[in-house]
Structure formats: C-alpha cells, structure tokens
C-alpha cells in the first residue's frame, strides 16, 4: 500500500505565498490534485495535473495556484500565491490511479487515494 505525505502548510498573511508538497511512494498514478476543506464546508477541487502534465484549476484560484509534479521524485506541488483569507483550508493531495477525466475530477469518490491533509491559514 502506498503513501501520501503532505507537507509545507503554514500560517501566512493575505498577499503571502506558500508551497505544498506531496510525496507519493509505491502508487501507480495517472492523475494527481488538490483538494481542500474549509471550516463547515464540503471538499472543494483546486488543482489536477495528468501524466502529460495538463492542468485544470477551479475558478477561484486561478492565475494565483500553480500545480506541479516532479515524475523522478514521483512529488506533487501547490505553489499558492496572493493567497487570500477565504484560502484558509485543510489541503488534501489525491491521487487517482486509472485514466482521468477532467469533467468528473470533481467528485471526491473519483479520487483512488488521498493524503492526510495539512492546514493553511491566511489571515488578514
């Protein structure tokens, strides 16, 4: 069974950036992404990237998310620019290990795996 392990979550002010890292060992992986939860919401996509290295992003972070992968490390990135108090979340990687579909990404039950969660908070 493989492993998710997210890192670089943090505390920053609105404006600030932050990177999340996402190693992924021993998993077969046709897709990767991003999830995240606020505070008395659902799971909420934010980012995929597919084996070519297609991106899709939800309206509400684009032009200030960045998703990545590094194959050779098998990492997961989510460089997060401008972030913005209503950015404030559990962050989730996932991992899909069959082809993907972009138009279904955003169901949660579409996702094969997914990461223990790390927690950013953007204050104002």
């Known amino acids: 069974q493989g492993q998710l392990v997210e890192s670089g979550g943090g505390s920053v002010q609105a404006g600030g950036s932050l990177r999340l890292a996402c190693a992924a060992s021993a998993f077969e992986t046709y897709c990767m992404g991003w999830f995240r939860q606020a505070p008395g919401k659902g799971r909420e996509k934010i980012a995929t990237i597919n084996l070519k290295g297609m991106t899709d992003y939800a309206d509400s972070v684009k032009g200030r998310f960045t998703v990545s992968q590094d194959n050779a490390k098998n990492t997961l990135y989510l460089q997060m620019d401008d972030l913005k108090p209503e950015d404030t979340a559990m962050y989730f990687c996932?991992?899909?290990?069959?082809?993907?579909?972009?138009?279904?990404?955003?169901?949660?039950?579409?996702?094969?795996?997914w990461g223990q969660g790390t927690q950013v908070t953007v204050s104002s």
């Open positions: 996932v991992i899909r290990a069959t082809y993907c579909a972009v138009s279904l990404s955003l169901r949660t039950n579409y996702w094969h795996y």
